[in-house]
Each structure stands twice: as structure tokens, then as C-alpha cells.
């Protein structure tokens, strides 16, 4: 059986597009919305933070059920079998 897990990034847009001053980050992408998994394998994600002169492109990276998929550094891992969770990025 395989794992699909959705991937989105978190509405922290609301507040940096308030903040639209120079060197602030202003979106996240994720080069993918879906990736199908097997338990125990791994798939890396690339996030593209916008502006490419924003001061900190730091992105932290969290699963919503950590038992069934987890993420580090961009890297999702497929813990056990599920329908579907989420990855965010903040």
C-alpha cells in the first residue's frame, strides 16, 4: 500500500505580505502539491522561498501526523500506511 501525502504551504502569507518591507520573505513553493509513498521511503522536496534577496530563507518543516509521515529538512519519510497527510511549511 502506498502513502499519499498532500503537501501545502501554511498561510503565513497573511502577515508577510504585511510586512512587505526590503529583505522580508514574502511566499514559499514547494516543487510538488502530492507525492505517493511506500512506508519507508524517502522523497525530497525543494522549497523556493520569495524574494530571492530576503535576508532569511529559513523554512521549518513539520508533518500534521508525525506516526505516519515525517519531514526534516525537506526530506518526507513514509512511516506507516494512511490515506493521506500533511506536510506543512511556516
Given amino acids: 500500500m502506498k502513502i499519499?501525502?498532500?503537501?501545502?504551504?501554511?498561510?503565513?502569507?497573511?502577515?508577510?505580505?504585511?510586512?512587505?518591507?526590503?529583505?522580508?520573505?514574502?511566499?514559499?513553493?514547494?516543487d510538488r502539491n502530492e507525492v505517493t509513498l511506500a512506508v519507508g521511503e524517502n522523497f525530497d522536496?525543494?522549497?523556493?522561498?520569495?524574494p530571492v534577496d530576503a535576508i532569511d530563507k529559513t523554512v521549518y518543516w513539520a508533518s500534521?501526523?508525525?506516526?505516519?509521515?515525517?519531514?526534516?529538512?525537506?526530506?518526507?519519510?513514509g512511516k506507516a500506511v494512511t490515506n493521506r497527510s500533511t506536510v506543512k511549511t511556516n
Fill in 4 to 30: 499519499i501525502v498532500n503537501l501545502l504551504v501554511a498561510a503565513v502569507l497573511l502577515s508577510m505580505t504585511a510586512c512587505k518591507r526590503e529583505g522580508h520573505v514574502t511566499g514559499v513553493r514547494l
Fill in 45 to 50: 522536496l525543494i522549497a523556493t522561498v520569495t
Fill in 64 to 77: 500534521s501526523d508525525p506516526v505516519k509521515v515525517t519531514v526534516s529538512n525537506g526530506r518526507i519519510t
